[in-house]
């Protein structure tokens, strides 16, 4: 069975850019996560998706950040614009399917560096 | 809000021998889950194991088991013969409420020195 898939791995960007970062979630989990994991620190959930739609997104940003789950698969995280205190990696899960949704699979995570 | 405690920032252990990493939570919900995750340097998040609270048998899974106290909210993992490979930044995660909402812990540095 093919985990979570996250794209890019890395991404430099200078201040007030934009970034996306794309999320394929393991098949057949209908629930996809965003997190945000600081150096030293454990990952923050940004936003929850159930299907397309969004459970929680309490600590998103949203005056800088945006996600959308089309057709309720892949996702996509955006950042515009980026501040210095955006370095952080991106982390992407999924649950659902034979495990119950209490647990969660992590992708590789997109380790993103603002200069 | 649930908080997750991890009052060990970095443990060390030598390799063959056993070492176990400690975690509290804050919770007021009777129903919920506590994961512990591995994180190798510049890896992945990986599950280590599950422990349901309605469940008074501790989870096991291989070298790795915990001792989850309910009343004291505390929920410890336990490795044995510790391997090279066990090296990883290990979280504590709590996991309840409608939504399943993971809260990690600042996690635990483990290092394991041959």
């Known amino acids: 069975e093919a985990g979570v898939a996250q794209s890019p791995r890395y991404k430099i960007i200078e201040k007030r850019q934009s970034v996306a970062f794309w999320c394929n979630p393991i098949?057949?989990?209908?629930?996809l996560y965003w997190y945000q994991q600081i150096l030293g620190q454990g990952p923050k959930l940004l936003i929850q998706?159930?299907?397309?739609?969004?459970?929680?997104d309490s600590q998103l940003p949203k005056d800088r950040f945006s996600a959308e789950r089309l057709k309720g698969v892949d996702s996509t995280l955006k950042i515009q614009p980026a501040k210095l205190e955006d370095s952080a990696v991106y982390l992407c899960?999924?649950?659902?399917?034979?495990?119950?949704?209490?647990?969660?699979?992590f992708g590789p995570g997109t380790r993103l560096t603002v200069l | 809000a649930q908080t997750v405690t991890q009052s060990q920032p970095e443990m060390s252990v030598q390799e063959a021998e056993t070492v176990t990493l400690s975690c509290t939570y804050d919770?007021?919900?009777?129903?919920?889950?506590l994961f512990w995750y591995k994180q190798p340097p510049s890896r992945q998040m990986i599950l280590v194991i599950r422990?349901?609270?309605?469940?008074?048998q501790n989870a096991t899974e291989n070298r790795f088991s915990v001792n989850f106290q309910k009343a004291a909210k505390s929920f410890s993992l336990k490795i044995s013969d510790s391997q090279l490979g066990d090296a990883a930044m290990y979280f504590c995660?709590?996991?309840?409420?409608?939504?399943?909402?993971?809260?990690f812990g600042k996690g635990t540095l483990l290092t394991v020195n041959p």
């Open positions: 899960a999924s649950s659902g399917g034979g495990q119950g949704e209490d647990t969660q699979y």
């Open positions: 098949s057949g989990h209908a629930t």
């Open positions: 998706f159930q299907n397309n739609g969004v459970v929680d």
């Open positions: 919770t007021s919900e009777s129903d919920y889950y």
């Open positions: 422990q349901e609270a309605y469940k008074q």
């Open positions: 995660a709590y996991c309840g409420g409608s939504n399943y909402k993971l809260t």
